[in-house]
């Protein structure tokens, strides 16, 4: 069965809205994950105030922690852009193959 052309607007506008939602938790998780290891580094820095040991080391540590999962991130965010490039892509193809008919 053939799709009508608002059919095929209505499903695009759909998907892309879904990809949209996709960053946008995304980007609030990351938010979220940045505020709670700035929570956590303060309540260890608290914590070990008396204890000698490496804040350099300890500090490098998270940051590697913290760059793995913003390197996830980013590229989960380009995954989605390229799924919501090929829906546009498809979209066209089958506008165009609609037109010519």
Same mark, same amino acid.
């Given at each position: 069965?053939?799709?009508?052309? *608002?059919?095929?607007? #209505? #499903?695009?506008?759909?998907?892309?809205?879904?990809?949209?939602?996709?960053?946008?938790?995304?980007? %609030?998780?990351?938010?979220?994950?940045?505020? #709670?290891?700035? *929570?956590?580094?303060?309540?260890?820095?608290?914590?070990?105030?008396? %204890?000698?040991?490496?804040?350099?080391?300890?500090?490098? !540590?998270?940051?590697?922690? !913290?760059?793995?999962?913003?390197?996830? !991130?980013?590229?989960?965010?380009?995954?989605? !852009? %390229?799924?919501? @490039?090929?829906?546009?892509?498809?979209?066209?193809?089958?506008? %165009?193959?609609? @037109?010519? *008919?």
């Amino acid at each position: 069965m053939r799709q009508t052309k *608002q059919e095929m607007v #209505e #499903e695009y506008l759909y998907k892309k809205r879904q990809f949209n939602a996709q960053r946008m938790e995304l980007s %609030d998780r990351l938010a979220g994950f940045r505020r #709670e290891t700035e *929570q956590l580094v303060a309540q260890v820095m608290y914590l070990t105030r008396n %204890d000698i040991w490496d804040r350099a080391q300890f500090y490098r !540590a998270v940051e590697v922690s !913290a760059a793995k999962v913003e390197q996830g !991130a980013t590229d989960y965010t380009r995954y989605l !852009a %390229d799924r919501e @490039h090929d829906a546009t892509v498809e979209y066209k193809r089958q506008i %165009d193959r609609r @037109h010519d *008919q």
